[in-house]
């Protein structure tokens, strides 16, 4: 598969809409997950196994991780690496002021 410069978005949708679906079919189908640290845990193993040990066929089977470090900025620079990038949570924690506790839920 060859794409052109001019449909890099089409590219990047297509790439995120793939890993949605990837994930979904590994991952949220087949796991019950306990609770949030549980979830946030389970869903950051997959995504470095996804994005680190995972050849993809789209990227001349290279691991996301092994492409992205051969990819240069706009301005010609080498991106970030992951180290210097900032991690990002899986899901934000609640807003101050907003309970985490889980309501009953009444029976019937």
């Not at 060859?2 to 449909?7: D, I, Y």
């Not at 890993?19 to 869903?43: G, K, P, Y």
């Not at 240069?72 to 970030?80: E, G, K, Q």
């Amino acid at each position: 598969m060859v794409f052109s410069k001019g449909c890099h978005a089409e590219v990047l949708q297509w790439s995120a809409s793939r890993r949605c679906q990837v994930m979904r079919d590994e991952l949220l189908n087949e796991t019950m997950f306990r609770d949030m640290a549980h979830a946030r845990s389970a869903i950051r193993a997959w995504a470095a196994d996804y994005n680190e040990q995972r050849p993809h066929s789209a990227l001349g089977c290279q691991t996301p991780k092994a492409f992205a470090e051969h990819l240069l900025t706009a301005t010609d620079s080498r991106a970030a690496s992951h180290e210097n990038s900032a991690h990002l949570s899986v899901a934000p924690p609640a807003p101050i002021g907003v309970s985490t506790q889980r309501a009953p839920v009444p029976a019937g």
